[in-house]
């Protein structure tokens, strides 16, 4: 059963991200592979990111607990003259840092014959977009790639979270897709995708000379979403993960119509 919204469908974020995610990164390798051989072939490759456990105070990576043993009491008392002498404090609990590791696929389009990567298509998740070292990490990588040859497709399909940075300000949008070419560099094309607007058409920039890849992002989410039988198994029954505005719930709520009370 196709998805009844006309391009993303909010209820994904919060309830199956990670599995949408790996299976867009598969749909997207499957529909440009073949459109750019024999000049290019598609890799999935994974990063792995740090993450601080969601709703931790200020955010701080989920803490294993540390117990100080109190030598004092299976010593006894110190002799006359050595008051404190190797004692303890009475048993405190310290937080110690655990590294969360988040993994995450993007698709590398590179040259058959040198290796070299000439497009790097990223689905940011959240980890990319909430305060933390796996945000700091996709910066980092982010402002590599963009120092680079290579060229930089990214979607962020994600409501919630922070935006990543741009110079200026952007159109107020529940999605964005952001292209970046090396000849272009510092400028880079942004599609600003409201919530009941159809998912883009975008070019897939490779190699100097070549033309671009069209990439209809519409029709691979509906082959995800059918494939994945996420009708099903999404519950419609409650909210958004962000909330949507009352006029937008009611009509999600509209367009739901029966699956809402499944």
Wanted: hydrophobic letters at 40%; aromatic letters at 8%.
């Amino acid at each position: 059963m196709p998805s009844v919204f006309p391009g993303m469908d909010p209820y994904l974020e919060e309830q199956v991200w990670t599995g949408f995610h790996s299976q867009f990164i598969a749909q997207l390798q499957r529909d440009l592979a073949p459109r750019v051989r024999p000049k290019y072939v598609t890799y999935i490759e994974e990063t792995v990111y740090l993450r601080r456990e969601p709703g931790a105070e200020r955010g701080w990576i989920v803490p294993d607990a540390f117990v100080v043993e109190d030598l004092r009491a299976k010593r006894g008392p110190a002799p006359t003259g050595q008051v404190g002498v190797g004692t303890l404090a009475p048993p405190v609990t310290l937080p110690l840092p655990q590294e969360d590791e988040v993994r995450q696929v993007h698709l590398e389009v590179r040259r058959q014959d040198t290796g070299a990567v000439v497009c790097i298509i990223e689905v940011l998740s959240p980890v990319n977009k909430e305060a933390g070292p796996g945000r700091e990490q996709y910066l980092a990588k982010r402002r590599a790639v963009l120092r680079s040859p290579a060229q930089l497709v990214e979607l962020d399909l994600l409501r919630g979270g922070e935006r990543l940075p741009v110079e200026g300000v952007l159109p107020p949008a529940a999605y964005y897709v952001c292209v970046s070419r090396t000849e272009e560099w510092p400028q880079a094309g942004v599609w600003p995708v409201g919530l009941r607007e159809r998912l883009p058409r975008i070019p897939v920039p490779l190699g100097e000379g070549d033309p671009d890849v069209p990439l209809d992002l519409q029709a691979l989410f509906d082959a995800v979403y059918e494939a994945a039988g996420y009708a099903e198994t999404l519950d419609y029954r409650h909210g958004t993960e962000p909330p949507l505005s009352p006029e937008d719930a009611a009509w999600a709520e509209a367009l739901l119509g029966p699956l809402a009370s499944l």
